[in-house]
T-cell receptor, first 116, second 113 residues
Framework: DGGITQSPKYLFRKEGQNVTLSCEQN?????MYWYRQDPGQGLRLIYY???????QKGDIAEGYSVSREKKESFPLTVTSAQKNPTAFYLC???????????????FGPGTRLLVL | AQSVTQLDSQVPVFEEAPVELRCNYS??????LFWYVQYPNQGLQLLLK??????LVKGINGFEAEFNKSQTSFHLRKPSVHISDTAEYFC???????????FGQGTILTVHP
């Protein structure tokens, strides 16, 4: 069953703690993305990766870090520098289209991060 | 730079009535346009997309959207809604080679019996 999985579904962070959100896909997609969702603000791009061992900052990268050591995995770490981490985090992936066609982004089920 | 504006934050409607969710965008380059739906505490599911060709795009669950380049709009419509259509709907635009999506703020559609 192909798709994107995110874990955990809920995550609690204490002050000063780093936490890591998992994102795995078995769609053989090259590109992967992390978005943050806050009520009434839509989704904002945190980081993206177009290929293994390469990633770029999105619009709101401060306080976050990522790695892309494997094609199927793109974990996101929320560091203690992120002062307002409470949000719903969504991971997405996109295949490489033929002839420059833009393929659709598919989303995982999300992780809700709460601060204790 | 690109931006997306969803003109209504909330749209209440009665079951079996028609609905239109409005989306306007701005971009300096050619764009690809998308509508996604999100049910509570879930990820986003693609409803439909416009990449090129016919400006009337049909999607899943009976939804359709029309791309209007002169008005820079991509409004979503359904002729008869069901209770199960209650969800948040997001319009998004992409105009870059790396596929970054810029999202609108979302429209919460509530279908009443």
């Amino acid at each position: 069953d192909g798709g994107i999985t995110q874990s955990p579904k809920y995550l609690f962070r204490k002050e000063g703690q780093n936490v890591t959100l998992s994102c795995e896909q078995n769609l053989n997609h090259d590109a992967m993305y992390w978005y943050r969702q806050d009520p009434g603000q839509g989704l904002r791009l945190i980081y993206y990766s177009q290929i293994v061992n390469d990633f770029q900052k999105g619009d709101i990268a401060e306080g976050y870090s990522v790695s892309r050591e494997k094609k199927e995995s793109f974990p996101l770490t929320v560091t203690s520098a992120q002062k307002n981490p409470t949000a719903f985090y969504l991971c997405a992936s996109r295949g490489q289209g033929l002839g420059g066609v833009l393929e659709t982004q598919y989303f995982g089920p999300g992780t809700r991060l709460l601060v204790l | 730079a690109q931006s997306v504006t969803q003109l209504d934050s909330q749209v209440p409607v009665f079951e079996e009535a028609p609905v239109e969710l409005r989306c306007n965008y701005s971009s300096s380059v050619s764009v690809y346009l998308f509508w996604y739906v999100q049910y509570p505490n879930q990820g986003l599911q693609l409803l439909l997309k416009y990449l090129s060709g016919s400006t009337l795009v049909k999607g899943i669950n009976g939804f359709e959207a029309e791309f209007n380049k002169s008005q820079t709009s991509f409004h979503l419509r359904k002729p008869s809604v069901h209770i199960s259509d209650t969800a948040e709907y997001f319009c998004a635009v992409s105009g870059t080679s790396y596929g970054k999506l810029t999202f609108g703020q979302g429209t919460i559609l509530t279908v009443h019996p």
